[in-house]
């Protein structure tokens, strides 16, 4: 099944429950389920590991790794992942 990435500029339209695909280094993807929402992170994965992505760009906030750090001037740091959105093709007409 082909399946299309959707690049999008912000994922303030994700909600507790979706599906999204975390890109680990932009070539291992790992589909992880949305936990909880708040108006700047998503926080998705497990009980045992979550991750946390800023809602603006989806780029993965690890203050440990120091990744996706904004500064005082908004500015993120460097980060190892981000997420992308999956969209399974249009149906064919019936």
């Known amino acids: 099944m082909d399946f299309t990435h959707i690049k999008i500029t912000n994922f303030k339209h994700v909600k507790v429950g979706d ?3 975390r890109m680990l280094a932009g ?23 979550n991750w946390s992505f800023d809602r603006a760009t989806g ?5 440990d790794l120091g ?4 500064d005082a001037n908004g500015v993120m ?9 999956v969209q399974e093709p249009p ?3 019936k």
Do not use: F
Not at 28 to 43: F, M, S, Y
Not at 77 to 85: A, E, H, K, Q
């Open 19 to 21: 599906i999204v695909t």
């Open 27 to 49: 070539v291992v993807p790992c589909k992880l389920k949305v936990t909880e929402v708040t108006d700047t992170l998503i926080i998705s994965g497990t009980e045992e590991c």
């Open 59 to 63: 780029a993965e906030v690890d203050e």
């Open 67 to 70: 990744w996706g750090i904004r």
């Open 77 to 85: 740091s460097p980060t190892g992942s981000y997420l992308i959105i």
């Open 91 to 93: 149906c064919a007409s």
